[in-house]
Structure formats: structure tokens, C-alpha cells
């Protein structure tokens, strides 16, 4: 069985830092690249942040750069990001994917609000 469980949201104020964990079980880990995604309320799921598999390549949507660093632990089968100067427009629910040619699998999703 397949899980990705994410954790680590919550609530910070603006300017403030998260980092979102992804926990993986179920398949060879470091064979899957790994992505965040994020979706706020009434917009489009958006692709934050990409890993390679083996960790030597990352892309970052334009929003994000500079700002968000996504990490991964082949050892520990979890993915991470590290998010920081956050803003209010980063609100949104955040989920991970697992991706290995046509096959993916996602996260159930945790929620960070930057607010004051």
C-alpha cells in the first residue's frame, strides 16, 4: 500500500518560515522524482517545487524562488521544503507527489495560512 503523508503546516505570520515534511511508504522511494503542489481556495492546483530522483536537479515555479528549498532523504523516504519569507498569497493547502514515469501518487494534503 502506497502512502505519502505530509506534515508540518500550520499557521505563521508573514515573513515567517515552515517546513513541510512527505513521508513516503510503499514504494522505492528513490526512484520516484518528487514534487510539491499547492492549491488555494477557488484557484487551480499549481506546481510549486521539483526533485529528481536522486536529488541532483530541483525547478521552482517563479513565485517561489529564492524563497522555498525542496530537499529530499533517499535514506528516510521523505521529502522536504523549506519555505521561508512567507507571504499571504502562499496560503493554500499543500501536496506532495511521487512520480515515476506515468505512474504518480499523491499526498492527502496540510494546510499552511500566513496570516497576522
Known amino acids: 500500500q502506497v502512502q505519502l503523508v505530509e506534515s508540518g503546516g500550520g499557521l505563521v505570520q508573514p515573513g515567517g518560515s515552515l517546513r513541510l515534511s512527505c513521508e513516503v511508504a510503499?514504494?522505492?522511494?528513490?526512484?520516484?522524482?518528487m514534487s510539491w503542489y499547492r492549491q488555494a481556495p477557488g484557484k487551480e492546483r499549481e506546481l510549486v517545487a521539483v526533485?529528481?530522483?536522486?536529488?541532483?536537479?530541483?525547478n521552482y515555479a517563479d513565485s517561489v524562488k529564492g524563497r522555498f528549498t525542496i530537499s529530499r532523504d533517499n535514506a528516510k523516504n521523505t521529502a522536504y521544503m523549506q519555505m521561508n519569507s512567507l507571504k499571504p498569497e502562499d496560503t493554500a493547502v499543500y501536496y506532495c507527489?511521487?512520480?515515476?514515469?506515468?505512474?504518480?501518487?499523491w499526498g492527502q494534503g496540510t494546510q499552511v495560512t500566513v496570516s497576522s
Open positions: 526533485i529528481t530522483s536522486a536529488g541532483g536537479s530541483t
Open positions: 507527489k511521487a512520480r515515476y514515469g506515468w505512474i504518480a501518487y
Open positions: 510503499g514504494i522505492t522511494f528513490s526512484r520516484y522524482a
